[in-house]
């Protein structure tokens, strides 16, 4: 594959991953129940103080999509996706099987898929249709990119969830 094509696939991955991760901020923030119901949601998935967790997921989600989308600081923005993703897996989605389609709550098919995307973004950097290159942050693809996903995504997710994570008792949500 020539440097040119591997470059727009890459700008499509970063696009794609940084697109979505923009609107689910901007809908956290301002589509349906807004950040007041995020936030009662959050609490409900027993993140503590859920309105706290509401704005650090939501705002993650915007910066990470929009440093994704430009190609900038590429393997710490999509190291926030995995973090943001890692949290939603466990809190969310970890019971309810593989399908996304799965009622009444969603699997983690879709979880799974954006997590793993985003370490292929970090390990690949952005391409040279990204910021990063440009301005010497090359050194931050391969295994340093890996290791800035793993670390701060994956740990900082697991950290962040050790912190305040309070699932509800079962004998709790029964009632």
Known sequence: MNASATDLALLVLRL????????????????????AGTGRWFDSLGMRPGLLHAWVASLTELGCGALLVLGLLTPLAAAGVIGVMVVAWITNHRNAGFFVFRRPTE?????????????????????????????????????????????????GGLALLAVFWRPPRKDAAAA
Do not use: C
């Open 16 to 35: 794609t991953l940084g697109i979505v991760f923009l609107a689910h901020g901007y809908n956290h923030i301002f589509g349906g129940g807004k950040i």
């Open 107 to 155: 699997g983690w098919e879709y979880v799974m898929t954006l997590t793993l995307i985003g370490f292929v973004a970090a390990i690949l950097g952005s391409g040279a249709w990204g910021v990063d290159p440009h301005i010497g942050l090359q050194r931050l693809f391969g295994w340093t990119g890996f290791w800035i996903a793993l670390g701060a995504g994956v740990g």
